[in-house]
């Protein structure tokens, strides 16, 4: 009897009751009972490349009775005692209180350390609050401001060449103290003047005509003078019908065409029907050539500062009703895409945009037709679709060129993507729309419904990269990078690469591809770019994946064959659209030529796969992504940024104000291409090649030039390129 009470005794004072407490562990190592680092990703998960993730707070299975491991639920154990031992019971739950009071001080730590993190501020050293290392990207790199006379202020996010230029340390030195020698500063100098100069005749070039702005003649009769020939109309209409209206869906091809022949017909048409009118010949003008449009004399094309102009006053012009017109934000979307085009100041465009998104809505269209009581023809109803689908393009688009928040967030709108159907299936006296094709069959709305899908995505980096300081891991990056990724394999399988007879089908089957592949790479760049130039503790899929998005933006023009006949057309619609991401691109590309260059660590200890089961040194990281394909090996770099400053210097001519960004990518590439020992030199040459081909554009030697002033130097200029 003795030893049963005893061993009784002993049960009650083993037992312990353990405060159920939160899981640390990833549910790959509970599952596979591993010890567990608790890093993002953990290094088990990371040696057998599995995904790695933890249960967030407050989801099933966020706590554990005794350890991290996994036990099934069962009902728990009573042991009774006798009533002569109640001392032994009361020890052993006064143990049980102290372990739970002490769990209870360490989840309170946990709540504070989860607190100070939210609040963005340190953790006391040597605390382990969080599971993996916080995503962190220098504010050097991550944004300037400009300040000028104290008070003139402007901002610039990651992808400004301003910014990018932070990343090289020695170049920017170079560039700050001129080169020190005194021909580099001479050739300064000269280029100084040359900008100064281009700049100015940029200002000029993009003025309207004031005897048609400042006329008291009506505005509808003004429009009409500045309209070129029958002739030249067609082209350019045509221009913009088959490389404008893919993505941003403003117009209704059949009516637009059609209200067209009546024009020239000599047939009445609507106000509105001028200013869509000279809106749509700017836009197509400059596909053709990235110096068109800004000559006033022109009798091939438009001049488009005036027509621009004159679409603005006829917009101001309106009143009351007419300002909730669908037609009137039809030609609010022209008249902005037109000033785009025209105007390179980014910010500007984002202002305008804002006043539009507020417009659109208003009139309703960021909700769908659907919801409302009224009923709104199914003609009329697609239609709206478009016009907002096309509204959030330009305001993702803008948002990311601009590093600033967009207008519409996730959740603003319920408005359905467009139906993938052709314009001339839709008629307004229709009664039901048509059923939609499928993605692979080629329509006139094709491009816009595959990139209204991804639109929720695209507006996650947005938000992302705009509080970027407040993120908590790399885990969301990584999420959506995924996303985005698994719609460019969409890509690849909705539009694959053809080998076409037709030379017209072959521009506009490899139009579609790149056009669809950029809406969804320029936003992955975006979002990788301020971890892969910036953070030391990146993981090797975000520099990976930078890397070889730059390489595959700056490659689109080598899948067309220069000797066709619509590649002189091709080549300048490349760079009017992609010009600031082929800079943001080549900054990003010399960025890894200078870890790689600078990096001592063999690269035989890297894993070929490109994953490390650890934190890596940047160079490391940087050597993996390159060795992660031929397509981004060191040579192909160098000789790919080379060939992109060939090709920006051959248009200086075109280029306007980016000659600073010119001679700054210069400058980068040629210190750290790491082909030679002495970088000055060739800076040096490179140099004097931009000043060679300024001043062959202008027709003037470098010792006219020398020992011109620089406003007499901008009056030859003009006379140059207005000879041109």
């Known amino acids: 009897m003795a030893e049963n009470i005893a061993h009784g005794s002993g049960l009650v004072q083993n037992r312990v009751v353990k405060r159920p407490r939160p899981v640390k562990s990833c549910l790959e190592c509970r599952r596979r009972k591993l010890k567990c680092d608790r890093l993002m990703p953990c290094t088990q998960c990371q040696k057998s490349q599995r995904q790695c993730r933890y249960v967030a707070e407050g989801e099933a299975g966020n706590l554990s009775d005794a350890s991290d491991a996994e036990i099934p639920d069962r009902a728990p154990k009573r042991n009774f005692a006798p009533s002569d031992y109640e001392g032994s019971l009361s020890e052993a739950y006064s143990q049980s209180a102290g372990a739970t009071v002490l769990e209870d001080y360490g989840l309170r730590i946990e709540r504070l350390e989860r607190a100070l993190l939210e609040r963005n501020l340190p953790l006391p050293e040597g605390s382990s609050g969080g599971r993996s290392q916080r995503p962190v990207a220098s504010a050097v790199t991550m944004r300037g401001l400009t300040v000028k006379g104290g008070s003139r202020t402007r901002f610039f996010g990651p ?78 209409v045509q221009i913009y019908m088959e490389r404008s209206e893919l993505l941003y869906r403003v117009l209704h091809i059949p009516s637009f065409m059609s209200q067209y022949r009546q024009y020239w017909e000599g047939n009445q048409q609507p106000d509105y029907f001028l200013p869509q009118l000279l809106s749509v010949l ?37 009143r009351g009703k007419q300002l909730v017109e669908f037609s009137s934000l039809q030609t609010e979307v022209l008249s902005l895409m037109a000033q785009r085009i025209l105007n390179s100041q980014n910010h500007e465009t984002w202002q305008h945009l804002g006043l539009l998104v507020r417009m659109a809505m208003t009139m309703g269209l960021h909700r769908d037709p659907s919801e409302f009581s009224h009923e709104i023809l199914p003609f009329w109803a697609e239609q709206r679709r478009k016009l907002w689908a096309t509204i959030l393009e330009l305001d993702i688009h ?91 394999e969409d890509v690849r399988y909705v539009v694959p690469r053809r ?119 940047i160079g490391v990281a940087c050597i993996a992504a390159s060795n992660n394909s031929v397509l981004l090996s060191l040579p192909r770099l160098r000789a790919t940024v080379e060939k992109v400053i060939h090709t920006m210097i051959r248009r200086i001519s075109e280029m306007g104000t980016d000659i600073k960004d010119l001679v700054s990518l210069t400058i980068v590439f040629h210190t750290y291409q790491g082909e030679t020992h ?43 390129l207005t000879w041109k």
């Open 159 to 236: 992808s400004s060449a301003r910014v990018l230029v932070n990343l090289f340390d020695e170049a920017k030195e170079f560039m700050f103290s001129r080169g020190d020698p005194g021909d580099i500063l001479h050739q300064f100098l000269l280029i100084r003047k040359i900008h100064k100069a281009v700049q100015e005749e940029h200002r000029k070039a993009t003025s309207p005509i004031a005897v048609y702005v400042d006329s008291m003649t009506p505005i509808q009769k003004r429009m009409a003078d500045v309209l070129p020939t029958r002739a030249v109309c067609d082209h350019l």
């Open 282 to 318: 700017c836009i197509g003008y400059r596909f053709i050539g990235a110096d068109k449009g800004q000559v006033p004399n022109d009798r091939d094309g438009i001049h488009m500062p005036t027509a621009c102009a004159l679409v603005k006053t006829w917009l101001n012009s309106l």
């Open 398 to 488: 803008m948002s990311i060129q601009c590093n600033l928040p967009s207008c519409v967030r996730e959740g603003d709108f319920t408005c359905r993507p467009p139906r993938n159907l052709n314009d001339e299936e839709l008629h307004p006296n229709m009664i039901e729309l048509p059923p939609p094709k499928p993605i692979e069959i080629d329509t006139d709305s094709r491009i816009q419904v595959f990139a209204a899908n991804t639109l929720t995505t695209r507006f996650k980096v947005v938000d992302l990269v705009n509080r970027i300081d407040s993120l908590q891991d790399y885990q969301q990056i990584l999420d959506v990078g995924n996303e985005l990724e698994r719609a460019l």
């Open 499 to 617: 080998h076409l007879s037709d030379t017209n089908e072959t521009h506009r089957h490899w139009m579609t591809r790149i056009t669809l592949d950029m809406n969804c790479r320029r936003p992955l760049l975006a979002l990788y770019r301020p971890f892969a130039l910036s953070s030391a503790d990146a993981p090797q899929q975000i520099m990976t994946g930078y890397l070889k998005s730059c390489m595959i933006l700056l490659s689109y023009l080598e899948e067309v064959d220069p000797t066709a006949p619509g590649y002189p057309h091709t080549w300048p619609t490349y760079h009017l659209i992609l010009r600031r991401d082929i800079m943001h691109a080549s900054f990003g590309v010399c960025y890894y030529m200078k870890h790689i260059q600078s990096s001592t660590v063999n690269t035989q200890e890297v894993d070929s796969s490109g994953f490390n089961s650890g934190p890596v040194p």
């Open 678 to 720: 002495e970088p000055k030199k060739e800076v040096k040459k490179a140099l004097q090649r931009i000043v060679d081909a300024g001043l062959q554009s202008m027709h003037i030697s470098q010792e006219d030039m020398a020992s011109m002033t620089v406003s007499t130097f901008i009056l030859i200029l003009i006379q140059a």
